[in-house]
C-alpha cells in the first residue's frame, strides 16, 4: 500500500535529492550525440549542470559547468563543438577536457604563476562516470558501485534496445519539455503499467494507430523485472525468430545484423518464448519504448526506440528529456519512418504523452492536500489478499531472460521501484566529497568503458 503524498511532498523530494539522486547512476547523453573530438553537450542533473564533452585526444569527460573563479556557468549553449569554453563573466577560459588555460591579466592580476598556478586547475570532474553500450552515466557518489554492479542484470534488457548492430545507436533530440507532475510517476507506468494502455489510450487504438493494443492483447504480455529494471513486452504471434521480428516490422537486412549482435537468450525471448520487449524503466529516472504502430495507410507496421529521463525539478514538476534512438547501421528510409513513429507516439508531439500528461498533472495536483495523507493507495495488482501471487512467474524454460518474468496484469514492477526508493531513502546521506579550489588534472579520469560496444570511440580510435 502506498503513502498518496508520495507523489506530492516537498520533505520527501528533499530526501530523494539527498539520499537517491546524490547516490544512484543516471543516464545523461548518448556517445552518438559527441562523435566527434570537441563536441560537447549540457545536461542537468537536478541542481547541476554538467558538460559532456568528447576531448581533443578522443575522451569523453563530464565537468561540472561552473567557474572556479567566481561561479558563472562557463557554457551556457545546449550542445555543439569547442576546444574551448570561455567564462562569460571574467573570461578564464578552459580546454575542452576542463584544463584551466587562459586567465585575462594573470600576472598583473594575480603574479603570475608564481602567485596563481593556472596550471594544474581543471573544472570539477563529476565524481563518477561510465558507459554502457555507448549510453553515458554519472554518478553524483564518488564511492558509488561500478555501473555496471548498479544496472545488474537490466544490462540484458538494455541490449535489446541499444545493441541491434557493431554501428551502436544513434540518436536525435533530446526533445526536453517541463510537466506538472512528481517524477515517479512516468518511471512508474513506463515500468509496468500494461494495465492503463487500453484504456488511457483507447482514442489511439479507436483510430486504428495500433494493430493491437486491445486490452485482451496487452494482458498476454509478460512484465519482467531484473537487476535495477524491469519493463514489459507483447506477445507474439507463432513464427519463428525471423518471423517475429519482421512481424513487428523489421527488414530482413536489419534482422540478420540483430542476429548478430543478440545471444542465445536474447533471441529465445523472441523465437520461442514469443515476447517482444516494449515499454521499460531502469531505477531511478531512465525509461525506454519500443513500438510498432502503423505509419501509413496499410496494415505495415514500424518499430521505434527511444530513451528518455525524468528529470525532476521539485516534489510537482519534472522535465523530460526525450530521444529517438535508432540502430546506425539501419537502412535510411527505416531511419526516417522509424522518426515518424516515434515522433506520433511520444515526444511533444505523441498521442500517447499527452493521453498520459494528463494522468499524472491530476494525479500529482490531488496528491498535495491533507486528505491525501490519509490514504493509502492500492498497489497490489498481481497480488491475492494473503500475499501470493495471482499468477505464477513464468520457469526459465518459457521466459529466457534473466529476473523473475509474469504473464499479464500486475504491478509487480511498480512496486519492485518504490522498494528500492523506500530503501534508498533510508540509507544515510552520502558523504560529502572534500571542497576544492579546481580538480586535479591527474585525479580526473575519463571515461571508462563498461561491457558493450561503444561504436563512437571505436570509429574515433580507427581514426
Ligand atoms: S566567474 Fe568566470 S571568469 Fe570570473
Ligand atoms: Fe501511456
Avoid at 483507447?202 to 504480455?221: T, Y
Amino acid at each position: 500500500m502506498i503513502p498518496a503524498h508520495i507523489y506530492n511532498d516537498a520533505e520527501i523530494f528533499e530526501l530523494e535529492r539527498e539520499r537517491l539522486f546524490r547516490r544512484a547512476w543516471m543516464f545523461v547523453a548518448h556517445e552518438s550525440e559527441i562523435p566527434q573530438d570537441g563536441d560537447y553537450v549540457v545536461r542537468r542533473l537536478l541542481d547541476d549542470s554538467f558538460i559532456i564533452a568528447r576531448d581533443s585526444k578522443g575522451d569523453v569527460r563530464a565537468m561540472f559547468n561552473m567557474c572556479l573563479h567566481r561561479g558563472m556557468q562557463v557554457c551556457r549553449a545546449e550542445m555543439g563543438n569547442a576546444s574551448n569554453f570561455r567564462c562569460p563573466y571574467h573570461g578564464w577560459s578552459y580546454r575542452n577536457d576542463g584544463r584551466l588555460t587562459g586567465l585575462p591579466f594573470h600576472q598583473e592580476a594575480y603574479g603570475g604563476e608564481a602567485g596563481f598556478q593556472k596550471r594544474g586547475q581543471t573544472l570539477l570532474p563529476a565524481p563518477n562516470l561510465a558507459s554502457y553500450n555507448g549510453m553515458i552515466f554519472i554518478s553524483l557518489d564518488a564511492q558509488a558501485p561500478p555501473l555496471e554492479e548498479f544496472l545488474g542484470d537490466f544490462r540484458f534488457y538494455l541490449d535489446f534496445y541499444t545493441r541491434q548492430s557493431g554501428a551502436g545507436l544513434e540518436v536525435r533530440g533530446p526533445q526536453r519539455w517541463r510537466i506538472k507532475a512528481n517524477w515517479k510517476i512516468g518511471v512508474e507506468n513506463f515500468a509496468g503499467d500494461m494495465y492503463h494502455t487500453p484504456h488511457t489510450h483507447a482514442s489511439v487504438v479507436d483510430i486504428g494507430l495500433f494493430r493491437e493494443p486491445k486490452a485482451q492483447k496487452r494482458k498476454d504480455g509478460a512484465t519482467y523485472w531484473a537487476g535495477c529494471g524491469g519493463g514489459t513486452t507483447y506477445k507474439l504471434p507463432p513464427g519463428t525468430f525471423d518471423e517475429r521480428m519482421r512481424y513487428v516490422g523489421y527488414p530482413d537486412d536489419m534482422v540478420g545484423r540483430i542476429k548478430q549482435m543478440w545471444s542465445d537468450d536474447h533471441q529465445r525471448v523472441v523465437g520461442d518464448d514469443g515476447f517482444m520487449i516494449s515499454a521499460a524503466s531502469c531505477f531511478p529516472n531512465m525509461s525506454l519504448v519500443h513500438n510498432w504502430p502503423k505509419i501509413q495507410d496499410s496494415d505495415d507496421v514500424l518499430p521505434f526506440i527511444s530513451i528518455r529521463t525524468w528529470q525532476p525539478i521539485s516534489e510537482n514538476e519534472t522535465e523530460v528529456y526525450s530521444w529517438f534512438a535508432v540502430d546506425a547501421a539501419a537502412p535510411d528510409q527505416f531511419k526516417k519512418d522509424s522518426y515518424k513513429a516515434y515522433l506520433m507516439c511520444f515526444g511533444s508531439t505523441g498521442m500517447f504523452e499527452q493521453d498520459d500528461v494528463e494522468n499524472w498533472v491530476s494525479l500529482t495536483n490531488t496528491a498535495a492536500g491533507s486528505m491525501a495523507r490519509q490514504l493509502l493507495l492500492n498497489g497490489r495488482m498481481g497480488l491475492l489478499a494473503d500475499g501470493t501471487p495471482v499468477v505464477n512467474a513464468l520457469p526459465p524454460e518459457q521466459f529466457h531472460g534473466p529476473g523473475v518474468a509474469q504473464v499479464g496484469y500486475n504491478e509487480n514492477n511498480q512496486r519492485a521501484i518504490l522498494r528500492m526508493w523506500a530503501d534508498h531513502l533510508e540509507m544515510p546521506p552520502v558523504a560529502p566529497n572534500p571542497a576544492t579550489i579546481g580538480g586535479r588534472p591527474d585525479g580526473i579520469t575519463p571515461l571508462a568503458q563498461t561491457n558493450g560496444t561503444s561504436a563512437c570511440q571505436a570509429a574515433h580510435q580507427e581514426v
